[in-house]
Protein backbone atom coordinates (compact mmCIF):
# COMPACT_ATOMS: atom_id res chain seq x y z
CA UNK A 1 0.00 0.00 0.00
CA UNK A 2 0.88 3.46 -1.10
CA UNK A 3 0.35 5.77 1.73
CA UNK A 4 -0.03 9.24 0.93
CA UNK A 5 2.99 11.87 1.67
CA UNK A 6 2.64 14.68 3.87
CA UNK A 7 3.23 17.57 1.91
CA UNK A 8 5.07 19.59 4.51
CA UNK A 9 5.14 23.70 3.80
CA UNK A 10 7.97 25.50 1.92
CA UNK A 11 8.94 28.24 3.46
CA UNK A 12 10.90 31.02 1.96
CA UNK A 13 12.74 33.60 4.05
CA UNK A 14 12.96 36.72 2.43
CA UNK A 15 14.64 40.00 3.11
CA UNK A 16 13.45 43.45 3.00
CA UNK A 17 14.04 43.44 -0.85
CA UNK A 18 13.44 40.24 -2.30
CA UNK A 19 14.38 39.66 -5.99
CA UNK A 20 11.33 39.21 -8.53
CA UNK A 21 9.03 40.99 -5.96
CA UNK A 22 6.91 44.09 -6.77
CA UNK A 23 7.28 46.81 -4.15
CA UNK A 24 5.24 50.35 -4.51
CA UNK A 25 6.02 53.53 -2.65
CA UNK A 26 3.03 54.96 -0.97
CA UNK A 27 2.10 58.61 -1.03
CA UNK A 28 2.64 58.71 3.02
CA UNK A 29 6.33 58.74 3.42
CA UNK A 30 7.86 55.39 4.95
CA UNK A 31 4.86 53.19 3.58
CA UNK A 32 5.71 50.36 0.60
CA UNK A 33 3.18 47.90 -0.73
CA UNK A 34 4.71 43.85 -1.16
CA UNK A 35 2.89 42.40 -4.07
CA UNK A 36 3.74 38.61 -4.80
CA UNK A 37 3.22 35.35 -5.65
CA UNK A 38 3.25 31.88 -4.49
CA UNK A 39 1.99 28.38 -3.96
CA UNK A 40 -0.61 26.94 -2.35
CA UNK A 41 1.77 24.99 -0.41
CA UNK A 42 4.69 27.79 0.65
CA UNK A 43 5.03 29.62 3.71
CA UNK A 44 6.76 33.47 3.22
CA UNK A 45 8.62 34.59 5.80
CA UNK A 46 8.46 38.62 5.54
CA UNK A 47 11.41 40.21 7.89
CA UNK A 48 9.72 39.05 10.97
CA UNK A 49 6.30 37.84 10.07
CA UNK A 50 4.96 34.60 8.52
CA UNK A 51 2.38 34.64 5.29
CA UNK A 52 0.88 31.90 3.86
CA UNK A 53 -2.07 30.84 1.57
CA UNK A 54 -4.34 31.20 5.15
CA UNK A 55 -2.61 34.80 6.13
CA UNK A 56 -1.68 35.77 2.93
CA UNK A 57 -2.01 39.87 3.69
CA UNK A 58 -0.28 41.63 6.65
CA UNK A 59 1.44 44.92 7.39
CA UNK A 60 4.70 45.01 9.05
CA UNK A 61 6.76 47.83 11.07
CA UNK A 62 10.16 48.60 10.83
CA UNK A 63 11.05 51.27 13.73
CA UNK A 64 12.87 54.13 12.10
CA UNK A 65 13.93 52.66 9.49
CA UNK A 66 12.65 54.91 6.97
CA UNK A 67 14.38 57.94 5.80
CA UNK A 68 14.70 60.93 8.61
CA UNK A 69 13.99 58.35 11.12
CA UNK A 70 10.79 57.39 10.96
CA UNK A 71 8.92 54.18 11.01
CA UNK A 72 8.69 52.03 8.02
CA UNK A 73 5.61 50.15 7.01
CA UNK A 74 5.64 47.33 5.03
CA UNK A 75 1.84 46.56 3.61
CA UNK A 76 1.94 43.05 2.53
CA UNK A 77 -0.18 41.43 -0.13
CA UNK A 78 0.65 38.35 -1.45
CA UNK A 79 -1.73 35.86 -3.56
CA UNK A 80 -1.40 32.27 -3.06
CA UNK A 81 -1.74 29.43 -6.05
CA UNK A 82 -3.70 26.38 -5.15
CA UNK A 83 -2.38 23.02 -5.89
CA UNK A 84 -3.12 21.47 -8.68
CA UNK A 85 -4.90 17.89 -8.27
CA UNK A 86 -5.58 15.32 -10.20
CA UNK A 87 -7.66 11.74 -9.51
CA UNK A 88 -6.55 8.72 -11.34
CA UNK A 89 -9.19 5.88 -11.59
CA UNK A 90 -9.11 3.24 -13.80
CA UNK A 91 -9.70 -0.38 -14.31
CA UNK A 92 -6.54 -3.00 -15.21
CA UNK A 93 -6.81 -6.72 -15.39
CA UNK A 94 -4.90 -8.33 -12.64
CA UNK A 95 -1.55 -8.79 -13.15
CA UNK A 96 -1.15 -5.71 -14.86
CA UNK A 97 1.56 -2.61 -13.18
CA UNK A 98 0.89 0.68 -14.04
CA UNK A 99 3.87 3.22 -13.01
CA UNK A 100 2.99 6.00 -11.98
CA UNK A 101 5.78 9.03 -10.31
CA UNK A 102 8.25 6.09 -10.49
CA UNK A 103 6.07 4.14 -8.90
CA UNK A 104 4.29 0.87 -9.47
CA UNK A 105 0.67 0.42 -9.15
CA UNK A 106 -0.57 -3.50 -9.19
CA UNK A 107 -3.24 -5.76 -7.97
CA UNK A 108 -1.16 -5.40 -4.10
CA UNK A 109 -0.86 -1.87 -4.14
CA UNK A 110 -3.71 0.26 -5.96
CA UNK A 111 -3.98 3.12 -3.68
CA UNK A 112 -2.02 6.08 -3.17
CA UNK A 113 -0.92 9.72 -4.00
CA UNK A 114 1.90 10.81 -6.28
CA UNK A 115 3.48 14.79 -5.79
CA UNK A 116 4.77 16.44 -8.83
CA UNK A 117 7.47 19.21 -8.50
CA UNK A 118 6.87 22.13 -10.25
CA UNK A 119 4.12 19.92 -11.92
CA UNK A 120 1.57 22.65 -12.72
CA UNK A 121 1.47 24.98 -15.33
CA UNK A 122 2.49 27.88 -13.07
CA UNK A 123 4.94 25.75 -11.38
CA UNK A 124 3.70 24.73 -8.31
CA UNK A 125 3.37 21.06 -7.23
CA UNK A 126 0.54 18.82 -8.27
CA UNK A 127 -0.63 15.81 -6.82
CA UNK A 128 -1.81 13.00 -7.96
CA UNK A 129 -4.38 10.44 -6.60
CA UNK A 130 -4.74 7.06 -7.91
CA UNK A 131 -7.21 4.33 -6.84
CA UNK A 132 -7.36 1.72 -9.51
CA UNK A 133 -9.56 -1.35 -9.68
CA UNK A 134 -8.19 -4.69 -10.83
CA UNK A 135 -10.38 -7.33 -12.32
CA UNK A 136 -9.89 -10.89 -12.24
CA UNK A 137 -8.56 -12.95 -14.46
CA UNK A 138 -7.78 -15.84 -13.37
CA UNK A 139 -10.94 -18.35 -11.68
CA UNK A 140 -11.41 -21.24 -10.58
CA UNK A 141 -14.07 -23.80 -11.58
CA UNK A 142 -14.48 -26.41 -8.99
CA UNK A 143 -18.12 -27.63 -9.27
CA UNK A 144 -18.94 -31.28 -8.05
CA UNK A 145 -20.41 -33.71 -11.10
CA UNK A 146 -21.70 -36.62 -11.17
CA UNK A 147 -20.69 -39.65 -12.89
CA UNK A 148 -21.96 -40.00 -16.03
CA UNK A 149 -23.01 -36.41 -16.43
CA UNK A 150 -20.94 -33.97 -18.20
CA UNK A 151 -20.48 -29.88 -18.16
CA UNK A 152 -19.71 -27.81 -21.68
CA UNK A 153 -17.34 -25.04 -20.53
CA UNK A 154 -16.03 -22.29 -23.50
CA UNK A 155 -17.32 -25.58 -26.14
CA UNK A 156 -15.42 -28.22 -24.51
CA UNK A 157 -17.02 -30.93 -22.99
CA UNK A 158 -15.47 -32.11 -19.40
CA UNK A 159 -16.50 -35.27 -17.26
CA UNK A 160 -15.74 -37.30 -14.68
CA UNK A 161 -12.97 -38.47 -16.78
CA UNK A 162 -11.85 -35.69 -18.28
CA UNK A 163 -12.69 -33.25 -15.80
CA UNK A 164 -9.63 -30.91 -15.39
CA UNK A 165 -8.16 -28.06 -17.67
CA UNK A 166 -7.74 -24.80 -18.39
CA UNK A 167 -10.24 -22.07 -20.63
CA UNK A 168 -9.81 -18.74 -21.77
CA UNK A 169 -12.78 -16.98 -22.26
CA UNK A 170 -12.69 -13.80 -24.12
CA UNK A 171 -13.74 -10.93 -21.97
CA UNK A 172 -12.78 -7.55 -23.62
CA UNK A 173 -9.18 -6.02 -22.78
CA UNK A 174 -8.80 -8.72 -19.83
CA UNK A 175 -9.78 -12.32 -20.89
CA UNK A 176 -10.70 -14.88 -18.43
CA UNK A 177 -8.45 -17.54 -17.18
CA UNK A 178 -10.75 -20.06 -15.76
CA UNK A 179 -9.17 -23.08 -14.17
CA UNK A 180 -11.84 -26.09 -14.50
CA UNK A 181 -11.22 -28.75 -11.88
CA UNK A 182 -14.34 -30.92 -11.27
CA UNK A 183 -15.10 -32.67 -8.61
CA UNK A 184 -16.67 -36.15 -9.46
CA UNK A 185 -19.27 -37.89 -7.45
CA UNK A 186 -19.65 -41.86 -7.36
CA UNK A 187 -22.99 -42.76 -8.35
CA UNK A 188 -24.83 -44.41 -5.45
CA UNK A 189 -24.98 -48.03 -6.25
CA UNK A 190 -28.00 -50.32 -4.09
CA UNK A 191 -29.36 -53.81 -4.66
CA UNK A 192 -33.14 -54.73 -5.04
CA UNK A 193 -34.47 -58.32 -4.34
CA UNK A 194 -37.92 -59.38 -3.65
CA UNK A 195 -39.62 -62.46 -4.12
CA UNK A 196 -42.92 -62.89 -6.01
CA UNK A 197 -45.64 -65.06 -6.51
CA UNK A 198 -46.03 -67.66 -9.35
CA UNK A 199 -46.55 -65.81 -12.30
CA UNK A 200 -45.82 -62.52 -10.49
CA UNK A 201 -43.63 -59.11 -12.00
CA UNK A 202 -42.87 -55.87 -10.85
CA UNK A 203 -41.93 -52.34 -12.66
CA UNK A 204 -39.14 -50.80 -11.84
CA UNK A 205 -37.95 -47.94 -14.02
CA UNK A 206 -40.34 -48.15 -16.65
CA UNK A 207 -39.23 -52.15 -16.98
CA UNK A 208 -40.90 -55.27 -16.47
CA UNK A 209 -39.44 -57.75 -14.36
CA UNK A 210 -41.06 -61.34 -14.36
CA UNK A 211 -40.26 -65.10 -14.34
CA UNK A 212 -39.03 -64.55 -17.79
CA UNK A 213 -36.76 -61.70 -17.04
CA UNK A 214 -35.60 -61.79 -13.30
CA UNK A 215 -32.40 -60.00 -13.43
CA UNK A 216 -30.44 -56.36 -14.34
CA UNK A 217 -29.36 -53.12 -13.61
CA UNK A 218 -31.77 -49.74 -13.95
CA UNK A 219 -30.21 -46.31 -13.94
CA UNK A 220 -32.68 -44.00 -11.72
CA UNK A 221 -32.22 -40.69 -12.82
CA UNK A 222 -31.97 -37.84 -10.08
CA UNK A 223 -32.47 -40.71 -7.59
CA UNK A 224 -29.89 -40.66 -5.31
CA UNK A 225 -29.34 -38.09 -2.02
CA UNK A 226 -26.97 -36.00 -3.50
CA UNK A 227 -28.99 -35.57 -6.61
CA UNK A 228 -26.68 -37.77 -9.05
CA UNK A 229 -28.44 -41.19 -10.83
CA UNK A 230 -28.50 -44.38 -9.06
CA UNK A 231 -27.85 -47.53 -9.97
CA UNK A 232 -30.04 -50.56 -9.26
CA UNK A 233 -29.66 -54.07 -9.31
CA UNK A 234 -32.14 -55.85 -9.27
CA UNK A 235 -32.81 -59.51 -8.73
CA UNK A 236 -36.06 -61.30 -8.24
CA UNK A 237 -37.22 -64.46 -7.18
CA UNK A 238 -39.99 -66.83 -7.41
CA UNK A 239 -41.86 -68.89 -4.83
CA UNK A 240 -42.18 -72.53 -5.95
CA UNK A 241 -45.58 -72.91 -5.82
CA UNK A 242 -47.97 -74.84 -8.11
CA UNK A 243 -51.80 -75.70 -7.92
CA UNK A 244 -52.95 -77.86 -10.89
CA UNK A 245 -56.75 -79.96 -11.71
CA UNK A 246 -55.42 -81.34 -14.56
CA UNK A 247 -55.22 -81.35 -18.32
CA UNK A 248 -58.37 -80.88 -20.55
CA UNK A 249 -60.70 -83.62 -20.92
CA UNK A 250 -62.96 -85.24 -24.05
CA UNK A 251 -65.85 -86.99 -22.91
CA UNK A 252 -68.81 -88.57 -24.29
CA UNK A 253 -72.38 -87.26 -22.62
CA UNK A 254 -73.36 -89.21 -20.09
CA UNK A 255 -69.73 -89.77 -18.85
CA UNK A 256 -68.41 -89.14 -15.14
CA UNK A 257 -65.48 -87.20 -15.05
CA UNK A 258 -63.32 -86.62 -11.10
CA UNK A 259 -61.19 -83.16 -11.10
CA UNK A 260 -58.91 -83.59 -8.28
CA UNK A 261 -56.61 -80.64 -7.13
CA UNK A 262 -52.60 -80.87 -6.73
CA UNK A 263 -50.61 -78.59 -5.27
CA UNK A 264 -47.67 -77.81 -2.82
CA UNK A 265 -49.01 -75.21 -1.00
CA UNK A 266 -50.77 -74.57 2.22
CA UNK A 267 -54.23 -72.70 1.58
CA UNK A 268 -56.31 -70.42 3.32
CA UNK A 269 -58.56 -70.13 1.01
CA UNK A 270 -60.23 -72.37 -2.15
CA UNK A 271 -62.86 -71.20 -4.32
CA UNK A 272 -64.18 -72.36 -7.72
CA UNK A 273 -65.80 -70.98 -10.63
CA UNK A 274 -68.15 -71.88 -11.20
CA UNK A 275 -69.11 -74.25 -8.22
CA UNK A 276 -68.62 -77.60 -9.04
CA UNK A 277 -71.57 -79.97 -8.35
CA UNK A 278 -70.78 -81.21 -4.57
CA UNK A 279 -71.76 -80.70 -1.28
CA UNK A 280 -68.92 -78.46 -0.28
CA UNK A 281 -67.91 -75.77 -2.45
CA UNK A 282 -64.60 -75.98 -1.48
CA UNK A 283 -64.20 -79.75 -2.27
CA UNK A 284 -60.96 -81.04 -3.46
CA UNK A 285 -61.90 -83.96 -5.59
CA UNK A 286 -65.53 -83.52 -7.21
CA UNK A 287 -66.98 -86.13 -9.54
CA UNK A 288 -69.48 -84.89 -12.18
CA UNK A 289 -71.15 -85.84 -14.92
CA UNK A 290 -71.60 -82.66 -17.27
CA UNK A 291 -73.96 -82.39 -20.34
CA UNK A 292 -72.75 -79.89 -21.89
CA UNK A 293 -69.06 -78.52 -21.92
CA UNK A 294 -67.84 -76.62 -19.38
CA UNK A 295 -64.65 -74.80 -17.69
CA UNK A 296 -64.20 -74.90 -14.07
CA UNK A 297 -61.30 -72.39 -12.17
CA UNK A 298 -59.72 -72.92 -9.16
CA UNK A 299 -58.50 -69.71 -7.43
CA UNK A 300 -56.18 -70.79 -4.25
CA UNK A 301 -54.58 -68.73 -1.75
CA UNK A 302 -51.54 -69.44 0.23
CA UNK A 303 -50.10 -68.38 3.43
CA UNK A 304 -47.92 -66.38 1.80
CA UNK A 305 -50.72 -64.38 0.12
CA UNK A 306 -49.81 -65.88 -3.52
CA UNK A 307 -52.98 -66.44 -5.25
CA UNK A 308 -52.76 -69.11 -7.51
CA UNK A 309 -55.40 -70.36 -10.39
CA UNK A 310 -55.48 -73.16 -12.93
CA UNK A 311 -58.46 -74.00 -15.22
CA UNK A 312 -59.59 -77.58 -16.88
CA UNK A 313 -62.09 -77.19 -19.83
CA UNK A 314 -64.04 -80.17 -20.06
CA UNK A 315 -65.77 -80.74 -23.82
CA UNK A 316 -68.39 -83.22 -23.86
CA UNK A 317 -69.48 -84.73 -27.51
CA UNK A 318 -72.98 -86.10 -28.15
CA UNK A 319 -71.23 -89.10 -30.28
CA UNK A 320 -72.30 -91.68 -27.70
CA UNK A 321 -71.07 -95.13 -27.89
CA UNK A 322 -73.26 -97.64 -29.24
CA UNK A 323 -72.18 -101.29 -28.95
CA UNK A 324 -73.81 -103.53 -31.74
CA UNK A 325 -72.65 -107.27 -32.19
CA UNK A 326 -71.42 -107.96 -35.96
CA UNK A 327 -72.22 -111.02 -35.62
CA UNK A 328 -74.72 -113.75 -33.43
CA UNK A 329 -76.02 -117.11 -33.21
CA UNK A 330 -79.37 -118.08 -31.95
CA UNK A 331 -78.31 -121.79 -30.98
CA UNK A 332 -75.46 -119.98 -28.43
CA UNK A 333 -76.06 -119.84 -25.12
CA UNK A 334 -77.25 -116.67 -23.06
CA UNK A 335 -77.14 -114.13 -23.71
CA UNK A 336 -75.34 -114.82 -26.95
CA UNK A 337 -78.12 -115.84 -28.64
CA UNK A 338 -79.64 -112.42 -28.83
CA UNK A 339 -79.20 -109.05 -30.84
CA UNK A 340 -79.49 -106.20 -28.43
CA UNK A 341 -77.80 -103.19 -28.10
CA UNK A 342 -75.50 -101.52 -25.75
CA UNK A 343 -74.70 -97.78 -24.83
CA UNK A 344 -72.98 -95.90 -22.75
CA UNK A 345 -74.60 -93.91 -19.77
CA UNK A 346 -75.53 -91.49 -21.62
CA UNK A 347 -78.19 -92.89 -23.27
CA UNK A 348 -81.32 -93.57 -21.48
CA UNK A 349 -83.68 -95.42 -23.62
CA UNK A 350 -84.02 -97.09 -26.81
CA UNK A 351 -86.65 -95.60 -28.57
CA UNK A 352 -87.33 -97.84 -31.18
CA UNK A 353 -85.33 -100.55 -33.03
CA UNK A 354 -86.24 -102.86 -35.86
CA UNK A 355 -84.30 -105.47 -37.84
CA UNK A 356 -84.91 -106.09 -41.34
CA UNK A 357 -83.28 -108.83 -44.22
CA UNK A 358 -81.37 -107.71 -47.05
CA UNK A 359 -85.23 -106.99 -49.21
CA UNK A 360 -86.31 -104.76 -46.47
CA UNK A 361 -88.77 -106.84 -44.94
CA UNK A 362 -89.71 -106.26 -41.27
CA UNK A 363 -88.14 -108.96 -38.80
CA UNK A 364 -88.07 -107.32 -35.75
CA UNK A 365 -89.76 -104.23 -34.12
CA UNK A 366 -89.34 -102.77 -30.68
CA UNK A 367 -90.07 -99.98 -28.71
CA UNK A 368 -88.87 -97.75 -25.46
CA UNK A 369 -86.91 -100.59 -24.06
CA UNK A 370 -83.49 -99.95 -22.00
CA UNK A 371 -79.94 -100.53 -23.88
CA UNK A 372 -78.10 -103.89 -22.32
CA UNK A 373 -80.45 -105.69 -22.25
CA UNK A 374 -80.34 -108.77 -24.52
CA UNK A 375 -83.74 -110.37 -22.66
CA UNK A 376 -85.60 -107.90 -25.20
CA UNK A 377 -83.19 -107.93 -27.69
CA UNK A 378 -83.95 -110.63 -31.45
CA UNK A 379 -83.41 -114.06 -30.67
CA UNK A 380 -83.41 -114.97 -34.92
CA UNK A 381 -86.81 -116.06 -35.40
CA UNK A 382 -89.43 -114.26 -37.46
CA UNK A 383 -93.37 -115.40 -37.23
CA UNK A 384 -91.74 -118.56 -35.09
CA UNK A 385 -88.96 -119.93 -37.62
CA UNK A 386 -85.64 -119.73 -37.08
CA UNK A 387 -84.20 -117.10 -39.89
CA UNK A 388 -81.42 -118.97 -42.09
CA UNK A 389 -78.13 -117.39 -41.97
CA UNK A 390 -77.65 -114.07 -43.73
CA UNK A 391 -76.75 -110.61 -43.41
CA UNK A 392 -79.73 -108.31 -41.64
CA UNK A 393 -79.70 -104.49 -41.37
CA UNK A 394 -81.07 -103.09 -37.77
CA UNK A 395 -82.12 -99.39 -37.53
CA UNK A 396 -82.52 -97.41 -34.01
CA UNK A 397 -83.51 -94.35 -32.39
CA UNK A 398 -82.07 -93.50 -28.72
CA UNK A 399 -82.55 -91.27 -26.67
CA UNK A 400 -79.91 -89.52 -24.19
CA UNK A 401 -80.07 -88.58 -20.30
CA UNK A 402 -80.57 -84.78 -21.56
CA UNK A 403 -83.82 -85.67 -23.68
CA UNK A 404 -82.17 -85.18 -27.22
CA UNK A 405 -82.13 -88.44 -29.80
CA UNK A 406 -79.84 -89.76 -32.34
CA UNK A 407 -79.87 -92.58 -34.68
CA UNK A 408 -77.65 -95.51 -34.74
CA UNK A 409 -77.73 -97.99 -37.98
CA UNK A 410 -75.76 -101.28 -38.87
CA UNK A 411 -75.80 -104.78 -40.37
CA UNK A 412 -74.79 -107.97 -38.67
CA UNK A 413 -74.90 -111.63 -39.52
CA UNK A 414 -76.53 -114.29 -38.49
CA UNK A 415 -74.51 -117.81 -38.30
CA UNK A 416 -75.30 -121.30 -36.50
Known amino acids: MNYPRLMFPKTLFLALYVFGASFSAQAQPGHFTYRDTFCNNQTVLVVNQFFSASNPNGTIILPGAAQGGIDSIIHVELTFFPVMEAFLTQTLCEGDTLWVNGTAYHAGNYIGEEFIDNGSVNGCDSIIHIQLTFRKVVHLYNPAICEGDSVIINGHTYTAFDREGI ?3 PNGACDSILMVQLTPIPIPFSVFTDT ?7 EINGITYDEDNRVGFELLKNAGA ?4 SLVQVSISFRELYVYIGEDRDIIKGDTICIREYSNLTPVSMSWSP ?5 DSSCLDPCIMPL ?12 TGCVLTDDIRIRVSNKNRVYAPT ?3 PDADFPNNRFFLGADNGVRTIRRMFIADRWGELLFDVTDISPDLPDFGW ?5 GQVMHIDTYVFWAELERIDGTTFIETGSFALIR
Open 167 to 169: EVI
Open 196 to 202: LCPGGSI
Open 226 to 229: NGCD
Open 275 to 279: TPPCA
Open 292 to 303: NSVSFTITVEDI
Open 327 to 329: VFN
Open 379 to 383: DGTFN
